[in-house]
C-alpha cells in the first residue's frame, strides 16, 4: 500500500540487496527531470573511504549508501528515507541527510554537505512515517546522520583580509606573469580550514603555485588552495607563475588582457567580506618570435601497411624569423622520439614494428625560441596478413536513401582462418558481417540514410590481428532536379546583346550548391544561390548562330544532374 502511494508520488524504488524493510536506508528517489526512465540501484557504501562527518554527528548505523541510476536525469533529485528504527521524536527531528561533495578547495577531496530538506520545504521529516527527505543536485554517497553532540554555532569572528603584489602592468610573451597573493587573517578570532581561490581568465598554463603553507592544485581554469588555520595577526602567500600561451596564433598588437581574481574565505564569521577578494590585469603583448609551422608529408592520410611494418615519417618544418630546434612526432598521445635532419627543414624518423591496427600521427615541430606547430593528424593502418577488400556496392554507386544496402566483403587468409568481418562506415563500426558463400561476407544495412560513406571491412585473422580493406565511397542521395525556366526552348534572339538564362534547381533532402551553364558544350557561367530554387546568369555578348544551353546542377553530397537541352537561335542584328 505504502509502495503504491509512493510510486503515485513519483518515487522510483531502488533495489537492495538487503530484503528487511525495516532497516533505516534510503528507499526511493524523486527526479527533477527525467529524459530516459531506468532503475535505481541503492548499495551499502564503506564509510572508511569517506571523509569525518561534521563535528557531534555520527553515521546511523554506522552505514553509508550509493545511490546510482541508469535513467538519465538532471537537476534536483529527492531522496527519501526511512528511518524506522528511531523511536524518539527529539533524535528523529535532530536527524540529517548528508551527500558526499567535491570539495571545493581540492579537486582531489571529497566534503560532507547537508542536505536535509527541513520544516519549511516541500517534503519536512514525518515522525510519524519515520521519513526524511534529502534533496540534491545529482545522486551520489549519502548518509543518515545522527546528533550525539550539540556543537554550538561558532560565535568565532576572523577578518580575512586578501591583497596581491608583484605582478607587472604589461608584459610581453612568452615573459611569466608573476604574482603573490597574501591573506593576512585580522581577527580578533583564529581562522580555521582556510580556503583560496584564484580564477584566471585568459589563455595560460601554470607554470608554478607555492604556497607559503598547505596546498594548492589546478582545477579547470583556477587555482584552488587548502591553507589550513590561521592564527590571528598572521598571514599565508600564495606565489603563482603563469605562462601566456598564444598557441598558434598571436595576440592582438595592443595587448591581450590576462586577468585573475583571488579570494579567500575560512568557517569564522568574516564581518568585511568585501575585503576578501583581490585581483590584477596583466597587458600581454605577442611574441615578437613568430611560431613555426610543420608539415607531415608522409605517410599519407589513411595509407595501409602490411605489419609488422617500419613506418618512415617525415615532416617539413620551416621558422620565418629563426630556426627550428626540434621535431617531435607522437602516434596518439605516446611520443615516436624526434626526427632527425640534415637540412634542418625536412625532419624524419623511422617508427620500428608498430603494432597493428590503427595509428594516429601528429608531428610537433619546436623553434629556437620556443614556440611551437602541430601538423594535422595522419590516420593509417598497419594490417595483418589477410586479404580483405570490399565489393559491393561499387565505388561511387549512388543508391536511393531509404533502402537496404547489401555490403559485401571478400576475406582470406593464407592459415585458412577468418575468425570476423566488420563492416565500418566513415570509420564508425556498422556490423559484423556473416559468411554467406566462399570467403564472403554480407551484411544488410537497414535503411541507409542520405549522406556520402567511405565503407571499409576489417577482417580479425586466427590471432585476431586485423586487416583492413581500401574503403570505397559511395553516396546514399537522390539526383538533383534542374530545369530551364529561359530562355524557351527554340527561342529567338539578336546577336550581341545579353541573353537572360534562368533554371529551377532543387534538391528535396539537402541544398544545390551550383549550377553551371553550357552553351555548345563549353561552360559559359555558373551560379550559387542558396536561398532560393532560381538560378540565374546573364550570358553576355552572345555570338549568332543556333546554340544549345544545358544546366547542370550539384547538390550538397556532389550529386549532379544534367537538365534538357534547348535551343536558341541568335541571328545577326540588323544595323
Ligand atoms: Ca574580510
Ligand atoms: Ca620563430
Redesign the pocket.
Known amino acids: 500500500m505504502i509502495v503504491a502511494l509512493l510510486a503515485l508520488l513519483g518515487f522510483h524504488h531502488g533495489t537492495s540487496s538487503r530484503a528487511e524493510s525495516d532497516q533505516d536506508r534510503p528507499v526511493g528517489v524523486k527526479y527533477d527531470r527525467v529524459f530516459k526512465t531506468g532503475d535505481v540501484k541503492i548499495e551499502p557504501f564503506d564509510l572508511a573511504n569517506l571523509p569525518p562527518l561534521p563535528a557531534g554527528y555520527v553515521a546511523l548505523n554506522n552505514k553509508a549508501f550509493r545511490i546510482t541510476t541508469s535513467a538519465i536525469v538532471a537537476g534536483r533529485h529527492t531522496v527519501r528515507f526511512a528511518v524506522p528504527s528511531v523511536t524518539e521524536e527529539d533524535t528523529f527531528q535532530k536527524l540529517r541527510i548528508f551527500r558526499v561533495d567535491n570539495d571545493p578547495f581540492d579537486p582531489d577531496g571529497y566534503v560532507w554537505v547537508d542536505v536535509t530538506l527541513l520544516q519549511s520545504s516541500t517534503a519536512p521529516p514525518n515522525f510519524s512515517t519515520k521519513t526524511i527527505y534529502g534533496q540534491s543536485e545529482g545522486l551520489g554517497t549519502f548518509v543518515i546522520a545522527k546528533l550525539i553532540r550539540e556543537v554550538p554555532p561558532s560565535a568565532a569572528i576572523a577578518d580575512l583580509v586578501v591583497t596581491t603584489s608583484g605582478v607587472a602592468d604589461r608584459i610581453t610573451a612568452p615573459d611569466l606573469i608573476s604574482y603573490t597573493i597574501k591573506v593576512v587573517n585580522q581577527g580578533p578570532n583564529n581562522a580555521s580550514d582556510v580556503g583560496l581561490w584564484d580564477g584566471v581568465a585568459g589563455p595560460v598554463n601554470l607554470v608554478t603555485v607555492e604556497p607559503s603553507r598547505g596546498s594548492c592544485k589546478p582545477k579547470y581554469s583556477h587555482i584552488v588552495c587548502k591553507l589550513g588555520s590561521l592564527r590571528a595577526g598572521e598571514s599565508i602567500t600564495v606565489s603563482v607563475k603563469l605562462k601566456p600561451e598564444e598557441g598558434r596564433g598571436s595576440f592582438p598588437r595592443e595587448g591581450k588582457e590576462i586577468t585573475h581574481d583571488a579570494g579567500a574565505k575560512a568557517v569564522e564569521k568574516d564581518p568585511t567580506p568585501q575585503n576578501n577578494e583581490a585581483s590584477d590585469t596583466v597587458l600581454v603583448f605577442p611574441d615578437p618570435?613568430?611560431?613555426?609551422t610543420v608539415t607531415l608529408n608522409s605517410p599519407k592520410d589513411e595509407a595501409l601497411f602490411v605489419g609488422p611494418a617500419d613506418i618512415t615519417l617525415e615532416a617539413t618544418a620551416e621558422?620565418i624569423?629563426?630556426s627550428i630546434s626540434k621535431v617531435e612526432f607522437f602516434d596518439g598521445e605516446n611520443s615516436l622520439g624526434l626526427g632527425t635532419s640534415v637540412d634542418g627543414k625536412k625532419f624524419a624518423l623511422t617508427a620500428r614494428r608498430l603494432s597493428y591496427g590503427r595509428h594516429n600521427f601528429v608531428a610537433v615541430a619546436t623553434?629556437n625560441?620556443g614556440?611551437l606547430d602541430w601538423s594535422l593528424s595522419r590516420q593509417i593502418f598497419v594490417n595483418g596478413l589477410s586479404l580483405v577488400s570490399v565489393k559491393t556496392p561499387a565505388a561511387d554507386a549512388l543508391i536511393a536513401p531509404g533502402l537496404d544496402v547489401t555490403l559485401a566483403a571478400l576475406a582470406t587468409h593464407p592459415s585458412g582462418v577468418i575468425k570476423k568481418l566488420q563492416f565500418l562506415a566513415n570509420g564508425r563500426l556498422l556490423g559484423e558481417g556473416s559468411l554467406s558463400d566462399a570467403n564472403t561476407y554480407t551484411f544488410n544495412w537497414k535503411a541507409a540514410r542520405r549522406g556520402d560513406y567511405s565503407i571499409a571491412a576489417i577482417a580479425l585473422d586466427g590471432s585476431d590481428t586485423p586487416t583492413v580493406s581500401i574503403p570505397v565511397k559511395f553516396i546514399v542521395g537522390k539526383r538533383p532536379e534542374v530545369t530551364f525556366i529561359s530562355p524557351g526552348d527554340a527561342a529567338r534572339g539578336s546577336a550581341s546583346t545579353n541573353v537572360s538564362i534562368a533554371v529551377r534547381a532543387k534538391q528535396v533532402e539537402g541544398w544545390i550548391r551550383r549550377v553551371d551553364f553550357y552553351a555548345d558544350g563549353k561552360l559559359i557561367g555558373s551560379a550559387s544561390d542558396i536561398v532560393t530554387e532560381t538560378f540565374r546568369f546573364s550570358w553576355r555578348n552572345v555570338p549568332a548562330g543556333k546554340h544549345t544551353l544545358k544546366a547542370i546542377a550539384f547538390d550538397d553530397l556532389g550529386v549532379s544532374e544534367t537538365s534538357d537541352s534547348i535551343t536558341l537561335s541568335v541571328e545577326k542584328a540588323n544595323d
Open positions: 618570435n613568430q611560431p613555426p621558422d624569423d629563426g623553434d625560441g614556440r
